[in-house]
Nanobody, 127 residues
Framework: QVQLVESGGGLVQAGDSLRLSCVASGRTFGSYTMGWFRQAPGKERDFVAA????????DYADSVKGRFTISRDNAKNTVYLQMSMLKPEDTAVYYCAASKYANGWLIPTSTNRYACWGQGTQVPASS
């Protein structure tokens, strides 16, 4: 198990960029697939992006492809989500999660494949 702490959220306007960070505790960070999910008010928690630890393969939700980039620095136990060209529909609480799920080359995108979660960081739209 790892402990996850997200940071970097804040007020944004359409077209803005923002980088979220998630720092993990423990010495086995590199063995986890790390994911970002988001949850808007009244909606389910949805997959955003994930990055595997073994080969740094990535996967993205269709809604963020070309705008968001997930990356990781295993030496710093940190995973990042660089968000650009933000849209109003990107407003949500963003959660970092860690998974040990392994199924060939598949990258887990379901919340039930992730055992460890951070507390979330808000990315609200400015009025």
């Amino acid at each position: 198990q790892v402990q996850l702490v997200e940071s970097g959220g804040g007020l944004v306007q359409a077209g803005d960029s923002l980088r979220l960070s998630c720092v993990a505790s423990g010495r086995t960070f590199g063995s986890y697939t790390m994911g970002w999910f988001r949850q808007a008010p009244g909606k389910e928690r949805d997959f955003v992006a994930a990055i595997r630890g073994s080969d740094i393969s990535t996967d993205y939700a269709d809604s963020v492809k070309g705008r968001f980039t997930i990356s990781r620095d295993n030496a710093k136990n940190t995973v990042y989500l660089q968000m650009s060209m933000l849209k109003p529909e990107d407003t949500a609480v963003y959660y970092c999660a860690a998974s040990k799920y392994a199924n060939g080359w598949l990258i887990p995108t379901s919340t039930n494949r992730y055992a460890c979660w951070g507390q979330g960081t808000q990315v609200p739209a400015s009025s």
